[in-house]
T-cell receptor, first 111, second 112 residues
C-alpha cells in the first residue's frame, strides 16, 4: 500500500504571497492532520479533517486554512506569507484515529 | 498550563547499551501515548502506542512504560545500534485522536 504523499517537496516563496500544499493519504484513511515543524517550536498541530469536515484546529492564525476532498486528499493554504512561516509542513493520515502515518513533508522557505 | 517535556534535547550512548528516554506531561489526561522516530528531513515514523490502562508494551528491542500517576512514559531501546540514532518524539492524544500534542524530541546518538 502506498504511503502518504505530499507535494511539492520543496517550495520557495516571498513574503506576502500565498501557498497551497497538497497531501494524499494512505488509501482507506479518512482522517488527515497537518502539522508545522520548526527548530524552535517543534511539531505543532494545525488542523485535522475527517470526511471533508474540519474536526479540530490548533492555535494558528486564520491565514492558515485547509480543506479535504471527497477522496480524502487534503490541501493546506497559507495566505500572506510571513518569514516565520518557513517550516517543514507535515501531513499525517490515520485509519482509526490513533496511529498517525506521516508523509515526507513540504519544506517551505519564505524569503 | 499544559506541557509535554522530554528529558533531554540530546542523548549519547555507547553501542550495545540500553537507551532510556523520558516523556513527562502536565495537565493532560491522554487515553494513550505514542512514540515516534524521526530522521533528518523526513516525517516521523510510528513506533509504539500504549494505552492508559497498560503499564508496559514491547516490540522487538523497544519497550515503553506508561505511568498515569506520575504522568510519565519511559522509552527503552535495548542493545542499541548506530542505526538507532535519530530523534525520538513522544505524542499524546488530546481529543480522542482528533489532535495530538508532540514533545520537543530527544536526539539520540549511538556511538560505535
Amino acid at each position: 500500500k502506498a504511503g502518504v504523499t505530499q507535494t511539492p517537496r520543496y517550495l520557495i516563496k516571498t513574503r506576502g504571497q500565498q501557498v497551497t500544499l497538497s497531501c494524499s493519504p494512505i488509501s482507506g484513511h479518512r482522517s488527515v492532520s497537518w502539522y508545522q515543524q520548526t527548530p524552535g517550536q517543534g511539531l505543532q498541530f494545525l488542523f485535522e479533517y475527517f470526511s471533508e469536515t474540519q474536526r479540530n484546529k490548533g492555535n494558528f492564525p486564520g491565514r492558515f486554512s485547509g480543506r479535504q476532498f471527497s477522496n480524502s486528499r487534503s490541501e493546506m493554504n497559507v495566505s500572506t506569507l510571513e518569514l516565520g512561516d518557513s517550516a517543514l509542513y507535515l501531513c499525517a493520515s490515520s485509519l482509526n484515529g490513533d496511529t498517525q502515518y506521516f508523509g515526507p513533508g513540504t519544506r517551505l522557505t519564505v524569503l | 498550563s499544559q506541557k509535554i517535556e522530554q528529558n533531554s534535547e540530546a542523548l549519547n550512548i555507547q553501542e550495545g547499551k540500553t537507551a532510556t528516554l523520558t516523556c513527562n506531561y502536565t495537565n493532560y489526561s491522554p487515553a494513550y501515548l505514542q512514540w515516534y522516530r524521526q530522521d533528518p528531513g523526513r516525517g516521523p515514523v510510528f513506533l509504539l502506542l500504549i494505552r492508559e490502562n497498560e503499564k508496559e508494551k514491547r516490540k522487538e528491542r523497544l519497550k515503553v512504560t506508561f505511568d498515569t500517576t506520575l504522568k510519565q512514559s519511559l522509552f527503552h531501546i535495548t542493545a542499541s545500534q548506530p542505526a538507532d540514532s535519530a530523534t525520538y518524539l513522544c505524542a499524546l492524544d488530546e481529543n480522542y485522536g482528533q489532535n495530538f500534542v508532540f514533545g520537543p524530541g530527544t536526539r539520540l546518538s549511538v556511538l560505535p
